[in-house]
């Protein structure tokens, strides 16, 4: 009995020592640093607070929690006269939702009149002729819409987003000037905070001491409810066009009361994956207006050089079809903005191994989406007079085609008043002309 046990003994602690060095092991004593910066050569504003020293864990090593986010938001718009912070909602859970505009002194100065100067660009009818077009393109910045992790539990999108917030705010480049004197930008930066910090828990949670870069850990994935829901479980990237949630609400009017011409949503998709992003593949739905597919390719040329100087592997198309227009990349296309998606592979807390064995780590994926979103950006402020003239032609020929297809929707009163009036709110919320018939 006893040599019994002492076989099994030493049976156990040959096996213990197989899996700690093992052929192919699945875990690592040492959390892997990526050392690749953010932005190559950054010089930073020395007094706008830096993210980490808010941060439990530094940038990229662990996802932030959404109380740090917003400690940050707080701190940051006493700290510059770049920023401007402003709550446009809440989510069921009642945590804020935050719009940060960023851009220079200047036009944050001049917001609201700049606000009020797109307005009226984007209005089919208000401007008079050539002549008043050209002024207004001429002085007017244009407008960027930049929303990241609709799905709580796709969390990169909201590191890159605070990366983002700092880089715009604090950099003293050229390139990120250009960007500040030719584009307002607005950061939504954890569109459903209740299905991230749901998530994030689960990681913290289901971690241990010696982090796990299997991808198939329960470490790196929860369980159900998981995260990509908001608190009553519903997919709010299947509700830009229904409208039924409060957090859907607050965001659509920020669209449609700023009116961007660049509206980017930023995504994740499955570990062994590599980095998506637009133009979609067909079927693309036939509303798109037309200079919808002038632009797009232009967007993806950029990100994808930016993608190529760090040799980062990506792809387009595919898989990401443009017919349902209840998403977030889609959504903003119907009123004349360039709408961006991206599709970064999770990494769901510090790092991944990848089918191939290439160690994903969480910083890369944050990189990646706060590089797309300086590509994308540069690409506006590059060709921000042609994009704002496009812009407004294009929502003319929105209108115009209406008018000449001479249709009208005419729907009868519905017996539930509650659901009728649900509906017109949500035609109206979205900019739709509704009109009772006599």
């Known amino acids: 009995m006893f040599r019994t046990l002492a076989i099994t003994i030493g049976s156990i602690i040959v096996l213990a020592g197989t899996i700690r060095a093992g052929l192919d092991p699945s875990y690592s004593p040492h959390a892997v640093i990526d050392t690749v910066p953010f932005y190559e050569g950054a010089e930073y504003d020395p007094s706008i607070p830096v993210p980490n020293d808010y941060l439990k864990y530094s940038q990229g090593q662990w996802p932030l929690r959404y109380h740090e986010l917003v400690k940050y938001l707080e701190i940051l718009d006493t700290s510059s006269d770049r920023v401007k912070v402003e709550v446009h909602g809440s989510s069921y859970e009642d945590r804020p939702l935050y719009n940060v505009f960023i851009s220079s002194e200047e036009n944050i100065r001049n917001l609201e009149e700049n606000r009020r100067k797109t307005d009226r660009l984007a209005d089919p009818l208000a401007v008079s002729d050539s002549q008043e077009l050209e002024q207004l393109v001429q002085g007017l910045p244009a407008t960027a819409w930049m929303g990241y992790s609709i799905h709580g539990d796709e969390i990169s999108g909201t590191d890159a987003a605070m990366q983002l917030i700092y880089h715009l705010t604090a950099a003293t480049d050229k390139a990120t000037l250009n960007i500040l004197d030719n584009v307002v930008i607005i950061v939504d930066p954890s569109q459903n905070p209740d299905g991230r910090e749901r998530y994030v828990s689960m990681l913290q949670t289901y971690k241990s001491k010696v982090p796990n870069y299997n991808r198939f850990s329960q470490q790196h994935g929860g369980v159900w409810p998981w995260g990509r829901t908001n608190h009553y479980l519903f997919d709010m990237n299947r509700d830009w066009a229904l409208v039924r949630l ?193």
């Open 246 to 438: 409060q957090e859907t609400k607050s965001r659509i009017a920020t669209i449609v009361k700023w009116h961007p011409q660049l509206s980017v949503d930023g995504h994740e998709m499955g570990s062994n994956a590599t980095f998506l992003f637009s133009p979609p593949t067909d079927p693309i739905n036939y509303n798109t207006p037309r200079h919808y597919f002038d632009w797009s390719p232009r967007f993806a040329a950029d990100q994808a050089a930016a993608f190529d100087q760090r040799g980062w592997p990506y792809y387009t198309g595919e898989w990401h079809e443009q017919w349902y227009p209840g998403y977030g990349s889609a959504w903003p296309t119907y009123s004349g903005s360039i709408g961006i998606l991206y599709e970064m592979a999770g990494v769901d807390g510090r790092f991944v191994k990848q089918r191939d064995d290439y160690l994903l780590t969480y910083h890369e994926a944050i990189n990646k989406q706060f590089t797309s979103s300086i590509a994308n950006l540069t690409t506006l402020a590059d060709n921000r007079v042609e994009i704002l003239r496009d812009y407004h032609n294009a929502r003319k020929l929105i209108s115009n085609d209406g008018k000449r297809s001479k249709l009208a929707f005419l729907f009868k009163p519905d017996r539930d008043e509650v659901k009728m009036k649900r509906f017109i709110e949500s035609l109206i919320l979205q900019g739709i002309e509704v009109k009772r018939t006599s």
